[in-house]
């Protein structure tokens, strides 16, 4: 049932592009280290960039599991499921980067995601993934469940932040600078948004 697909375009990026949420997975090199998980949602915060290259946008949070594992070795795996409408289950299997503010790169990424304002919600870097597999299987598992809406609280929690706050906020939190295995996460303090 499942299909390995060269691209990421045609049906499979209008797929991906119409779910309101996917999963990232990302694993330290060391056997006993702590695999993660995590979804990822917010309108307008994920973009086909081309059709092997997709990115979305790191927001604050209190950890930097999927950063410290990029950084170290850079496997990521992206999921997306059908929870309305035909079953599918379309998976990203490739190598990911996350590209900070200070990056020459930075602007030109972040005009793929014309309808997010960084600066209110506490951007951290842009994850870039080239993929090097791409396949959809049926999802016949996969319950029906409806999207409502985004909520706002993410917006709202850190519209208040400014760079020095939100480098204050992330000193505090235990797996920011480095990740729960140790692993370097997110370089602190954060560059500002370039203006």
Known sequence: MGK???HID????AFIEAQPLFFTATAPLAEDGTVNLSPKGLKGSFAVIDERTVAYL?????????IAHLRENGRITLMWCAFQGPPNIVRVHGRGEAVFRDDERWAGLLA????IDPSPHGLR????VTAELVRDTCGYAVPFMTYDEDRDLHGKRFAREDDASLDAYFAKKEHIA???DGLPGLPLPLPPLPR
Do not use: Q, Y
């Open 125 to 128: 870097a842009v994850i870039v």
């Open 58 to 66: 790191d927001f604050a949070g209190s950890n930097a599991e999927t």
């Open 112 to 115: 793929h995601f014309p309808g």
């Open 4 to 6: 390995t697909h060269e």
């Open 178 to 180: 480095a990740s729960i």
């Open 10 to 13: 045609g049906r499979l990026r």
